[in-house]
């Protein structure tokens, strides 16, 4: 009961709150609003169609590949060839000759020495003179040192190298080089004794020189 009497009771101050509400309303303002205008920049003119943005073409050139220079390779003469010639002499042969008879007294045989013969030396055979260069070994070629090789090479009755002996060298290179050059491609024209061809031993003197530049 007491909450049913608490429920009236506010009820009923509601009520009377909301019959003696008023409602307030504003009025109109008692000053004018004032407007200010802002000016506006007038519009670009319109480009003309004759009147075109100017382009910027840049080129790009095409990259320039550098020059590729080979390694020169090192450049080497012919090596100079010297040479002296031995050629062993044959021993003269004595010839007896009997004495003529005469009148008068006793006579013994006379012996006469036969001449000399006639040798020539052997000599290198110009058609083979380009042949004689022999290659340059690579390990010298590359450290760029020169070389002297002198050898002893036995000739032939036919013109070739029968066999070389080493005399003195700069180094093993060279005269291996010198060596396999005159085996196989070395041709003389052989000495001859009273025109007959005989062997012959001959030194040369090979030198390997690097040319500057």
Do not use: C
Request: cysteine-free; glycine content about 8%; overall charge negative.
């Amino acid at each position: 009961m007491g909450l049913g009497i608490a429920i009236a009771i506010n009820g009923g101050l509601l009520a009377l709150a909301m019959m003696t509400a008023t409602t307030v309303l504003r009025g109109p303002v008692d000053h004018p609003f004032e407007a200010t205008a802002i000016p506006i920049d007038p519009p670009p003119p319109p480009i003309p169609d004759e009147v075109k943005p100017v382009e910027w073409v840049i080129d790009d050139p095409a990259p320039v590949p550098l020059p590729v220079v080979p390694p020169a390779p090192y450049p080497v003469t012919g090596p100079t060839i010297e040479s002296t010639e031995v050629i062993p002499p044959a021993p003269p042969t004595p010839l007896s000759l009997p004495t003529t008879p005469s009148g008068a007294g006793t006579g013994g045989p006379v012996t006469v020495a036969t001449p000399l013969p006639v040798l020539v030396s052997a000599s290198v055979d110009p058609r083979y003179r380009a042949d004689f260069q022999p290659d340059y070994p690579a390990f010298e070629r590359n450290i760029g040192r020169d070389g002297v090789v002198v050898v002893r090479v036995l000739v032939g009755g036919d013109g070739r190298v029968r066999a070389i002996e080493p005399v003195r060298a700069t180094s093993d290179a060279f005269f291996e080089a010198t060596k396999k050059r005159a085996l196989s491609k070395w041709r003389f024209r052989p000495a001859t004794r009273d025109g007959v061809a005989v062997e012959s031993w001959r030194e040369m003197t090979v030198r390997f020189t690097m040319q500057d530049g």
